[in-house]
Structure formats: C-alpha cells, structure tokens
C-alpha cells in the first residue's frame, strides 16, 4: 500500500526541481536545467500531468535558447499529446505555434522535414495531432499543402506556415 503522504511527496520534489531547472536556466546552466527538466517529466508523466505539460515547454523554451528547433517542437508535441484537458490541448498547440513561427522567421522550418519518425509514432493514437505533425513535415519539406482540420489552431499555424 502507498503512504497517503507519498502524492505530496512527489509534488514537492517536482516543484523543488522546476525551482532549480528556472535557477539553472536563469544562471544559463542550460544542461542542468535540461536534466531537472527531465527529471521533472519522467516524476510526472503518469501522475501529475500538468507539471508535466508544463516541464515538456519549458525545456522547448531551452531548446530554442540553444537553437535545437528540432528538439523544441519534439517536447512541444510531447506537452500536446499528454496534455491532461482542452484547455492545455490547445494552449500547447498555440505554444507549438509560436515555435515553428520562430523558425519559420529564421529559416528553419526545413529542419523538421526529415527524422520525425520517433516523434509521429509519438502521436499516433492521435487520428488529428499525427495527421498535423504529418503536414508539418510535408510543409517543411516544401510541398503545397491543402490539409484542413477540426480544431482552428491547427488551420492557423498551417496557414501561417503557408504564407
């Protein structure tokens, strides 16, 4: 049986180490911030899926700071598919917005054209978000595309990725 005091335990520990990720991150100990990121995700992930959510952006955030695009858009879409509500759903995908606006400002969009195949067996089991991630890639590989979908951030984030 697991102590009733174990949750809190937990929720503690994940907030002392998004303490210590910002510190780290603020220090620019852009490593550490990673690992307490991590630490953060691996705590969280069945559990306390908000921090998780939370912990996948913030080190996105790191991964644009080091201009790993690739990298950030990967934890951006892991933050998406285990985001715990609608809400957060699309929050994220807002956020995943803001990040491929960036590269696509700095030429970078071409970068997610290829070696996404970790990340689409990711998504799956998600008929919408793989579909998406599918037309990200073909975007960035430079084809025409004229994919719609249910939810209007993704509409947007194509459209602007178009444009």
Sequence with gaps: ??????????????????????????????????RKLDEIMELAREEEPEFYFEACFRLAEIFLQEDN???????????????????????GIRRLGDILFIMKEENRLGEISKDMDVTLGLVRNNDELYRFVQTLIRIAGGEKVEERFSL???NEIIELLKG
């Design 69 to 91: 695009y690739r990298g950030a858009v990967k934890c951006a879409l892991r933050g998406i598919h285990r985001a715990p509500n609608e809400d957060l759903y699309r929050l």
């Design 1 to 34: 049986m697991v102590p009733k005091h174990e949750p809190l335990n937990r929720r503690e520990r994940i907030m002392r180490l998004f303490r210590e990720a910002i510190e780290a991150e603020n220090a620019r100990d852009l490593e550490t911030a990673k």
């Design 152 to 154: 209007e951030e993704f």
